[in-house]
């Protein structure tokens, strides 16, 4: 078959309810389309409900929350900010925009996420060069939860403040309490591609009243309180509108079934790929944890097969298959080529073995199956 006899498969789609144009409607109905009104409202205290998040801050993007969030932790020019390599570029990036440096840190081979040992390294090795890490950035890849008791107990033990960037991972838990609620500040993101998206929209979430109120002055041009327009501090046009938010209200009343199909997705790769050789599905949870497997990723080994992961992916693509290479390390990146990095081989090996597969939450099992015999054609043995 030829591709155009298909539609196409995209990696992970918007995926939206029947309630969101309820929410749409009412805003538009009631002129509620600016400034802030009760969807935004309404979102935040859906985020605050799901993830027991004391405070929330609806805002345009996963990266102004981040941006903001760092600036809560004190983060400034000449600071240097912990961070792991194995992530999306808009992790980093808010560090630059406040004038700080990244230091970049390996992942460990279980989550994929930031390794304890390397960390404690890190700080270690920052610390007799006199420059102590302003703050940390804990990343939890694809849904997954990182290891969170040893980094939460390291970060502690050192007083290097946290956030954490579960904007690929609304809807995982860690000890049955959700991720993003670990450290003072979480971030998530509502972009096109995550478990729920507004189109575009983010949210920092916080348990200190204060730094709600900061993160939401600052989204909103840092306006003092006179009639004119008084300025003492430097802000942002970062606060999402009233109508994404209605978006938002829709998605959340979805997200335990989102998260449910998505590891529903999981499992049936698992059970349906796992026999081929060389093809490994290998990110696994730590005890008592539970991911939102916003996306299913596999290996694959060349001690084992002669496929690689382009190879895959350009067959997929003849299938009108949409897969991706994994996040190629920020220490690769040549935006961050002088950045401190400790370790690397780890997250090295996962970028050049690996590739996420379709898994959205509205796939069919029909889907599923097209998915799965282009991958058993693809993957082929050694050559004996
Ligand atoms: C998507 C994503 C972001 C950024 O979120 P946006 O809403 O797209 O700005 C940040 N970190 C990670 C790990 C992400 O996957």
Same mark, same amino acid.
């Given at each position: 078959?030829?591709? =155009? ?5 995209? #990696? ?22 600016? @400034? ?15 993830? +027991? ?15 903001? +969030?760092?600036?809560? #932790?004190?983060? +400034? ?32 081979? !279980? ?21 102590? @890490? ?8 694809? +849904? ?5 008791? /040893? ?23 860690? !000890? ?74 829709? =998605?959340?009343? *979805? ?39 916003? *996306? ?12 690689? @992961? ?37 997250? /090295? ?5 690996? #590739? ?8 069919? /099992? ?19």
């Amino acid at each position: 078959m030829r591709s =155009q006899d298909y539609d196409r498969i995209f #990696l992970s789609p918007p995926h939206l309810g029947r309630h969101e144009l309820n929410y749409l409607h009412k805003a538009i109905e009631d002129n509620w389309v600016a @400034p802030a009104g009760p969807n935004l409202d309404g979102f935040e205290r859906d985020i605050c409900e799901f993830t +027991g998040a004391p405070h929330c801050v609806a805002l345009t993007s996963g990266t102004a929350a981040i941006h903001l +969030g760092l600036r809560l #932790l004190g983060v +400034g020019p000449g600071d240097e900010v912990l961070c792991p390599s194995f992530t999306f570029v808009a992790t980093a990036n808010p560090i630059l925009y406040l004038g700080a440096t990244p230091v970049f840190v390996d992942s460990e081979a !279980d989550t994929w996420n930031i390794c304890p040992e390397r960390l404690r390294e890190a700080i270690e090795d920052r610390m007799r060069q006199g420059r102590k @890490p302003k703050a940390l950035i804990l990343v939890h890849l694809y +849904g997954m939860p990182a290891k969170l008791s /040893e980094i939460v107990a390291l970060a502690a033990e050192y007083t290097i403040p946290v956030l954490e960037d579960a904007a690929e991972a609304l809807g995982s838990r860690f !000890d049955g309490r959700p991720l993003g609620t670990f450290t003072q500040v979480g971030v998530f993101s509502f972009n096109g591609n995550k478990i729920l998206t507004t189109s575009g929209g983010g949210a920092l979430v916080t348990n200190d009243k204060q730094w709600a109120q900061r993160t939401r002055f600052w989204a909103t041009q840092a306006k003092d309180e006179a009639p004119y327009y008084q300025h003492s501090d430097m802000g942002y046009n970062y606060r999402l509108s009233n109508l994404l938010a209605g978006i938002g209200r829709g =998605q959340m009343e *979805l997200l335990e079934d989102r998260v449910k199909k998505r590891r529903e997705i999981y499992l049936w790769y698992k059970n349906n790929l796992q026999d081929i050789p060389g093809l490994i599905l290998s990110q696994t949870e730590p005890t008592g944890s539970r991911s939102n497997r916003w *996306l299913t990723t596999v290996l694959l080994d060349p001690a084992q097969t002669s496929t690689t @992961p382009e190879e895959l992916r350009l067959h997929l693509e003849t299938h009108n298959v949409e897969s991706r290479p994994l996040w190629k390390p920020l220490h690769l990146q040549p935006l961050y080529a002088t950045a401190p990095m400790y370790g690397g081989p780890v997250c /090295e090996q996962l970028f050049a073995q690996g #590739l996420c597969l379709p898994s959205g939450s509205s796939l069919s /099992e029909a889907d599923l199956h097209r998915i799965a015999s282009a991958i058993r054609e693809a993957v082929q043995p050694l050559p004996s």
